[in-house]
Structure formats: C-alpha cells, structure tokens
C-alpha cells in the first residue's frame, strides 16, 4: 500500500482539523475565543460517564474544554466546526498488544493450535518473508485497517521496529514500538546482546518523537534466558520504559517452564525483578489465585486478548478474578495472523460476553468496564495515562466518532451498551490522533 493512499485513509477521518506544527502543552496558557475546532455531538464519553449534548474544543492537538453545546458557540471561534447530531465521541481505543505487519500472514495457517502454527507455519513463514518491506507494507496495512476501526494508538512486538515505528509516524498514528529481545538468530538481530544494542538505538531514535513510545518486548519466558531478562529489566529502568511480554498462554508453556527451570513462568519472571508496574503481559490465561494476588500487588498490567486465544484454543483469561483483586487489564487484537483482524470494538464484545461466561455471571464485566479496558487502562499499561486514553482537558485529541443513527443501534437506551453490545468498526465515522496532521514525518 502507498503512503500516499494511507495518508488519504487518514485524513479522510481526521478530526481535529490541526493546522499548527506544535506539540507544546497548553498548560498555563491563557484560554483565547479562537481555536482550531469544535466538535458537538449528541453523546460524548470521556471515560466514565456520558454527557448528553455536548461539545469538545480542540487547539493545537489538545482538548481544551467538555462543555455543554449550547454554551461551546458563544465562548468560542473555531476554524472548523463539526456537528454530528446521531454519533459519540470516544477516545481513540488502543490497542495494547499486537504484531502489526503479521497482517500480511493474515489466513496463512488457521485452525491450529499455537505451538504448531508458531513451529510448522509462522517462524518458517516469518525466516522466509520477513525484511524491511515486509514491515513497512504490512505495518501500513494494519494502521490503516486500525484507524478505519477506530484504533488511535498500538503497542506493536515485531522485527525491524524502527521500520514499523517510523511507518507510524508519517502516518499520524500513535504507537508504543517493542524493542524485541529473543535468544535465537533472525532477521533483525544474532543474539540477545545485539537485540538489545539495537532496541537502545530505536529507542534514541525516536525519543523526541511526540507519537512514538518505546518498550522491551522480550517474546516469552521460553525464548528468553536469564541474562538478558536481568539486562532489560536495568535498562528499562535507566530509560523509563515498560516491558511488552507474552506470558502465561498456554498450560504447555507451564509444563516446559517446570521442565526447564523447576518452576512456573510467572515464580521465575518475579526472582528476575521482571514483575513490577513496567510489566505489561499478554495473554494471562493459565493463572492461579495465588499468581493473580502476587501480580497486581506488584501493579503490573494484563493484556487480555480473547479472540486469539479462543482462536488457539489456549484457554480463558481469569478477567472478572483480575479486576476483583485491583488488577489493570487492558484489551489487545494480537496479531492478524491469529486472530484474524485488528478489530478493537470486536475485541470488547467479546471480552465482556467471555468474562461472563467464564465467571458465570451476567454482571462480570459491564459494558463500561470493557470500553475502559480498550481505552484507559491500555494508556495506563504504558504509562501514557496522562496524554491520552480519556477525553480531559490537557490530554491529546485522540478522538473518535461512532454512529450510532444507524437502524442497527435503534431504540438507543444506554449508549455505553450500545458501543460494546450493538456497534462496530464499520460505524465509526471519524478517528483522529492528536498529531494526524502536525507530526514530523521522517
């Protein structure tokens, strides 16, 4: 796919109508009458509630103000004005584990379970296929994909990150790059240690960029030995970056992780000093009372992707125990080879009807809940909390505008149901990432 023809896709939604290349924080900045835009629509959910009526003004990729439509005109000018009199506004939903440029292995080996599709399928197909233009095209097909679906922002764990990262970035599409760390040779690096030099040299490279976040992403605990876990767990604490897993995915990785090193993945990732707040771990599934205690005491934060796991047949995230005990779970797609799309407002139904199920209890995970857990609480995962996964003043203009006019969501009681329940990617009408225009391609 061209970058012309994705800048299209996004600029077609973009919608805050950003005109000024500045990233500066509007902090103690005097509030004027003319700003860039002014969007009202019929519902708008900055997090936990919803405001009937409403309006969100927008000046140099930042919210400035909730307030009610029927006082937004007379305190501001905008240069662009939108009113979207049958649709709500939401934050940009995140996705917070993914492998974005698998998109282009999507349908290459289905119906398998995990081990065999990653052995016999996915790493032959990956040693085979898998260089710089592989990245760039597939990474570009996934973020276009994902902002028609009203993703804003992903955490990506895949080779050549600074190819994926710098994708991103011309394309005005927030993203948090995972600097892998495997033990064995593959296309991006020959060892542990060169994984790491070369993720320090991403990670140099893009820090000043306002869309790009970095984080370690060691595979596993079955493809990372010891000393480099010790070595990324110093480094990530020396940057102030968190650490993107996988862990927990199957009851085999649990069996080679007791063959191999006498204990359970989770037992050996804590004596490392991997469990803290900068852990952010997909999958989850195999958990016990005790590990689910132990993990959120350490304030680190799950990654629950259902679709993939139902797809693989690896098991059933504990949800409901995790957030009953305090936990931070945030919603990811995983790749696009098993899941198989990047489809976020699929990805909150199905969590919230599987948590259910699960912990046979209708209420385990209210609608709200599950909005919060592909917003909030996958800012929160990476620390970015305070520049986007909620609609505040101060935070950035990651906005996105469903229909919910559509004969599908008619009669509309709850608007929050209707999101998770009733809608999906094809109603959205409009995403925009703070920076879709004023970013600084490279």
């Keep these: ?88 506004l939401i934050p940009g939903l995140i996705n917070a584990h993914t492998h974005a440029s698998m998109s282009l292995f999507r349908g290459l080996a289905d119906d398998l379970p995990l081990m065999e599709w990653l052995n016999d399928h996915i790493w032959p197909a990956e040693s085979a296929w898998v260089n710089r233009d592989f990245v760039r095209d597939g990474t570009r097909l996934a973020i276009a994909e994902m902002l028609r679906g009203g993703t804003t922002c992903f955490s990506d764990m895949y080779f050549y990150p600074d190819e994926a990262a710098r994708t991103a970035s011309q394309c005005g599409m927030r993203m948090i790059a995972g600097l892998i760390v495997i033990d064995f040779p593959t296309a991006w690096a020959s060892n542990a240690e060169e994984y790491l030099s070369k993720g320090l040299a991403v990670h140099d490279d893009f820090r000043h960029d306002p869309l790009i976040h970095t984080a370690f992403a060691p595979h596993a605990p079955y493809t990372v030995s010891d000393e480099p876990w010790r070595k990324l767990c110093t480094l990530a604490e020396e940057l102030d970056i968190p650490i993107h897993t996988h862990a927990h995915e199957t009851a085999d990785e649990i069996g080679q992780s007791h063959e191999h090193h006498g204990e359970r993945p989770l037992q050996r990732l804590h004596k490392l000093g991997v469990v803290s707040p900068r852990l952010a771990a997909a999958h989850m599934v195999h958990l016990d009372d005790d ?152």
């Excluded at 309006?55 to 006082?71: C, F, Y």
């Excluded at 949800?319 to 990047?342: M, P």
Aim: aromatic share 4%.
């Design 1 to 88: 796919m061209k970058t012309e023809n994705l800048q299209a896709i996004a600029e077609g939604v973009n919608l805050t109508g950003c005109n000024r290349a500045t990233h500066k924080p509007l902090t103690n900045r005097l509030m004027t009458q003319n700003i860039d835009t002014l969007i009202h629509a019929r519902w708008i959910e900055p997090h936990d509630m919803v405001y009937h009526h409403y309006a969100i003004a927008v000046h140099d990729g930042r919210i400035l103000e909730l307030l009610p439509s029927s006082d937004a005109d007379s305190k501001y000018r905008a240069d662009s004005t939108q009113r979207l009199d049958d649709h709500a």
């Design 291 to 442: 590990e689910i205690s132990a993990f959120v005491a350490a304030g680190a934060s799950v990654l629950h992707c259902p679709e993939s796991n139902l797809k693989l047949a690896s098991g059933f995230c504990p949800v409901q125990k995790i957030i009953a005990a305090g936990g931070n779970v945030a919603l990811g797609t995983d790749g696009a080879a098993s899941n198989n799309d990047l489809d976020m407002f699929g990805e909150m139904r199905s969590a919230a009807l599987l948590a259910k199920a699960v912990a046979s209890d209708a209420s385990a995970l209210p609608a709200a809940t599950a909005l919060q857990m592909a917003t909030l609480n996958g800012a929160r995962a990476y620390g970015l909390e305070n520049e986007t996964g909620s609609l505040v003043a101060g935070k950035a203009a990651d906005i996105v505008a469903v229909n919910l006019g559509a004969l599908e969501s008619q009669p509309l009681y709850h608007p929050i149901s209707q999101l998770v329940y009733a809608s999906g990617r094809h109603m959205v009408r409009q995403a925009a990432t703070q920076s879709a225009c004023t970013h600084h391609a490279r």
